[in-house]
């Protein structure tokens, strides 16, 4: 999980020590929620799963409430957008990207956003960083949401191994 991204930030550092930590996919949401933020420098975070056809927003850290609770169908959101094509998303502007849908952001104060999905070789989850201005979205800013993804990756990639070498209760 210590991959050269995260060997030369201490945040990412950390957070790859408490992904090897995690016990289950709430501990690894908990990490995320908690960490996301400062990591991304972003006025918001959501942790988003993937649920079959549907995208669960299960955890957030934000200014303002973003959609924790809410579901959206997995064809109709960023966070679907990125699971599907298993690439991260960079949108400078919300209101001029077409994949962004209008109607969810009409009462937001979000301008710019990053989604990169996680899990590996199908995506299980979504982590969003949002700002409320319209910011330059550099290569660090998204290399570092792209480590905290690929850790995420890892945990829950490790925490399926384990599950499936448990023995069958009888």
């Given amino acids: 999980m210590f991959d050269e991204r995260s060997r030369a930030d201490p945040h990412l550092m950390r957070t790859a020590e408490l992904m090897a930590e995690a016990s289950s996919l709430e ?7 908690r960490t996301g933020r400062r990591i991304a420098g972003s006025d918001g975070i959501a942790v988003v799963l993937r649920e079959n056809d549907v995208c669960a927003y299960v955890a957030e850290d ?3 409430p973003l959609w924790k609770g809410s579901r959206f169908p997995l064809d109709a959101c960023i966070s679907g957008w990125a699971m599907q094509n298993r690439e991260t998303a960079v949108v400078p502007d919300i209101g001029t990207d077409p994949r962004i849908p209008t109607s969810a952001y009409a009462y937001k104060a979000i301008r710019s956003l990053v989604v990169v999905p996680i899990g590996s070789p199908e995506p299980v989850a979504a982590l969003g960083a949002y700002w409320c201005a319209m910011v330059w979205l550099d290569t660090v800013t ?3 949401l792209e480590a ?4 995420a990756t890892a945990a829950l990639a490790r925490l399926q191994g384990q599950r499936s070498t448990e023995p069958a209760a009888s």
């Fill in 27 to 33: 501990d690894v949401v908990s990490i995320l929620e």
């Fill in 62 to 64: 934000a200014i303002q």
């Fill in 142 to 144: 998204v290399s570092r």
């Fill in 148 to 151: 905290l993804a690929c850790q």
